[in-house]
């Protein structure tokens, strides 16, 4: 049994998907990790991390937001608001703060 997807093996093939929002989430992430998969290959000699960094920016930060997106959209009631429950005491300044 081959554990490594990019062979085909058994890993790849185990992905089940609840609803829709989840496949798309699955197939985002998917995308994103092909463009990090591209941008290693494409890097020029010394930009890697750079390379990767970027790629994490932009299809990353946005596969994120895309998941809080659809999360907060299925439990609506975690947006509304209102009062805290208990009031949250201040702290003391530390002596570096000031």
């Known amino acids: 049994m081959s554990l490594n997807p990019s062979q085909g093996g058994h890993l790849?093939?185990?992905l089940v998907?609840?609803?829709e929002i989840e496949e798309l989430i699955a197939?985002?992430?998917?995308?994103?990790?092909?463009?990090?998969?591209k941008a290693v290959k494409t890097a020029p000699?010394?930009?890697?991390l750079l390379t990767v960094e970027a790629v994490v920016h932009d299809k990353g930060f946005e596969h994120l937001r895309k998941m809080y997106q659809s999360a907060l959209q299925e439990h609506p009631e975690a947006q509304k608001k209102g009062s805290a429950r208990k009031p949250v005491p201040a702290g003391k300044k530390?002596?570096?703060a000031v």
């Open 45 to 48: 000699h010394g930009k890697g």
């Open 17 to 19: 998907v609840e609803n």
């Open 27 to 37: 197939l985002q992430a998917l995308e994103t990790y092909r463009a990090l998969q």
């Open 94 to 96: 530390s002596p570096s």
């Open 12 to 14: 790849a093939k185990s």
